[in-house]
């Protein structure tokens, strides 16, 4: 039996009148009304132990991309709830737009697998040991990071994905996050070639791409809340 998911974005609270390329026109995400198709009740995984699995099919897939927009999200939660000493107006702003940015994402992919399927990943803790957010150069650097990792786990998993609404959103937010990327290289190196760096970028010009494995163990020093993803091998 195929699923309906009616997502909205109403309540959305965003400052869409900041004239940089970070701002919310264009993206839309397809929010708005959005209506996704597709996945079959076969792909539900649901819960059969205290730690858990982020399930089979596109329900994994989308409960892997939460997983990682729940901590994007809530770095940046902290971030522009204490700004890091001597920040300037500009990167506050820029702070800011990533953090409404990665609430959105968080909260569509929440609504989407619920609407789906009851197995849908818990609110995840986290722990930042190494991590000072009073000061920039550890701020930047851990935002690097996370930007670089999220690129390259939606370009790793998209082969994975089978319904084409679900590659569709995965491919904009994908475009968004890599935007995310490229200003937080700008702000460690101004003006620069690090936006696209060699590190990100292969020699056809195309961004890197890592499986759901190595995403989990780069990410993994981040999230106190353990889960498997059987699938995949994870857990």
């Known amino acids: 039996m195929k699923k309906t998911i009616n997502v909205s974005n109403q309540g959305a609270t965003l400052d869409t009148g900041r004239r940089n ?11 708005a009304g959005l209506t996704l198709i597709g996945c079959d009740d076969n792909e539900f995984d649901f819960m059969e132990s205290s730690v858990f699995d982020l399930g089979k099919g596109d329900v994994g897939v989308l409960n892997y ?20 000493s001597g920040i300037s107006n500009a990167e506050k702003e820029i702070f ?17 697998i619920s609407g789906a399927t009851a197995n849908v990943l818990p609110t995840l803790e986290f722990q930042y040991p190494n991590v000072n957010f009073n000061d920039r150069n550890s701020v ?48 460690i190196n101004p003006g620069s070639t690090a936006f696209s760096g060699d590190d990100v970028i292969d020699a056809n010009g ?26 995949q091998g994870i857990g």
Do not use: C
């Open 21 to 31: 390329f970070l701002k919310l026109s264009g993206v839309g995400l397809a929010m």
């Open 140 to 187: 930047l650097a851990t935002a690097k990071a996370l930007e670089d990792t999220g690129v390259a786990a939606y370009n790793g998993a998209g082969k994975y994905i089978t319904n084409a609404d679900y590659l569709v959103i995965a491919g904009k937010i994908v475009s968004v996050e890599a935007r995310h990327a490229s200003a937080i290289r700008n702000l």
């Open 65 to 84: 991309a939460y997983a990682l927009e729940q901590l994007e999200a809530d770095f940046y939660t902290k971030v522009v709830n204490n700004f890091y």
């Open 96 to 112: 800011t737009d990533l953090y409404h940015h990665e609430v959105i994402h968080r909260d569509f992919f929440k609504a989407a």
């Open 206 to 231: 195309l961004d890197l791409a890592k499986e759901p494995k190595d995403i989990v163990m780069a990410a993994g020093g981040f999230i106190k809340t353990p889960f498997t993803w059987k699938e």
